[in-house]
């Protein structure tokens, strides 16, 4: 699942839980079983944009939550 951010510019991002795969380092892993949602014990953060220099990512709060039934 990726996002961009915005220099100076406090973001909110929800990323629904059914669009994230099995990653390791930024690679996906095409032979791991599906992402079981009740099985997440951490999540990782990884700058992907390849660019050199200084970055800088505050996260105020990070929460999962059931999706909405339509």
Do not use: Y
Not at 3 to 19: A, Y
């Amino acid at each position: 699942m990726c996002f961009t951010t915005k220099r100076g510019v406090w973001e909110e991002h929800k990323l629904p839980l059914k669009d994230f795969v099995p990653t390791f380092r930024g690679r996906v892993l095409t032979d791991a079983p599906p992402l079981n949602p009740a099985k997440v014990s951490s999540v990782g953060l990884l700058i992907s944009d390849k660019q050199a220099g200084p970055f800088h990512l505050e996260v105020a709060w990070i929460k999962g939550s059931h999706p909405t039934v339509k």
